[in-house]
């Protein structure tokens, strides 16, 4: 099909959520001269913070550069999951195994923390626990999951149950996989009322939000901080960055730390409910065991299906992207050749070279970022983490507070090497399926 006849007539390059969740209005407030906290950025990770320390009595401020959420925080997939991407072996490698299974128990300590928090505060925000399959691309790739999956530590058990490629239709109406695993403690959810939800209590809270007011410069004097942004200065005893892929060099340490990597969704025409049934027959949310991992799901009323991945080696723009995902949709399932496109959208996720988000303090600045593409449940978690730590609640500690946010003598902010790293894994992904394809064929 043409790119022209791809895209329904009513085409947008907007979050498939916004239409679902329209943006927030009338929340944006004047910018006071002066606060306890600042807080750049108003994501999950910002707003999780400011709850924690506006709830602490603490004049709290979150100011962002566009609107309030405008950030991955209302653009991602709505998939939740417990999420750190280095394994116990992994970090047993690293740290020690006690810090190893610290820094693991995070991931599901984040799990609950969103869990319990949507619950408390009643956010209609369609989180279901409908588990999570990860499919296998081949043989090879079934076994090392298997393997990863067994081999956890004892005290530490992942629940998730293997699903072979005799059983996958259950699981995926797709002829692409080798089996998979099924996590069914994972969880779907619309993000941007998610995000409109913490909003909320953010604002319940007393915290004063100020959109698109970029902020440009951190000074500090003596114990107090100056914010300058487009809105005028404004002066903190506190200041948290949460701006994660989106960091600039209006904080140059934690910019020279996160990589910010683009990643692209679709979003399908309604298509019929038979069809939805027979293609994702259970509801999970579905990403695959590649190195360039593609993620998907049915959008919330069961009409759509929300296909997300990383389809060139430069950045590039929703028209292009749209097609490239359509393409890779149709590789798992060929019935959808002539299935239209209505929105297509991207967004920065934050990635950092030790694949794992990172919070702290640096030059008395707090941050809390980096959670490679998958911080739905860690920007939340560790948000109010960095908010609990502000106010010196010790509750705030985490497993990750120790462990070194390392950047790269060869990294400032440009991050050049993406396209030759994507390159590789893509032609690595393609060329290990093909051998490992010939040598089952033998
Ligand atoms: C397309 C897409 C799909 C994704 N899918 C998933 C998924 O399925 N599951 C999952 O767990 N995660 C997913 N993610 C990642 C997840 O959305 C993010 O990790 C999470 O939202 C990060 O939240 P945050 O608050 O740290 O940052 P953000 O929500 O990105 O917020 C950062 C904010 O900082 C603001 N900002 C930046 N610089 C400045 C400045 N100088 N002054 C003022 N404001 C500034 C930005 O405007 C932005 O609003 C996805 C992301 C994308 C883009």
Known sequence: MSSHRLFTDDFKTTPYWWDRTPRPENVDQALPDAADVVIIGSGYTGLSAAIQTAQQGLHTVVVDAEQAGWGCSSRNGGQVSTSLKPTFQELSKKFSADKALEIIREGHNAMDWIRGFIADNNIDCDYHETGRFHAAHDAYHYDWLKHRIESQPKEFKVDARMIPVDQQQEEIGSETYHGGAVFPYHASIDPARYHQGMLRCALDAGVHITGNCRVNDISRSQSIFKVATEK????????????????????????????????????????????????????????????????????????????????????????????????????RFPELENTRISHSWMGFVGYTFDEMPHLGVHDGVHYCMGYCGAGISLASYFGACIGRQVVGNPEGKTGLDSTPFEGRFYYRGNPWFLAPSIFYYRWRDELLSRVRGIRQAK
């Open 232 to 331: 005028g200065e404004i002066r903190a005893k506190h200041v948290i960055v949460a701006t994660s892929g989106y960091t600039s060099r209006t904080t140059p340490w934690q910019q020279r730390r996160v990589i910010p990597i683009g990643t692209y969704m679709i979003a399908t025409e309604p298509l019929p409910e038979e069809q939805m049934d027979r293609l994702i027959p259970n509801n999970r949310v579905i990403t695959d065991t590649r190195k360039l991992v593609v993620y998907y799901r049915n959008c919330p009323e069961r009409k759509r299906i929300l296909f997300g991945g990383r389809v060139s080696l430069n950045e590039t723009n929703p028209q292009i992207s749209g097609p490239r995902l359509h393409h890779e949709l149709r590789n």
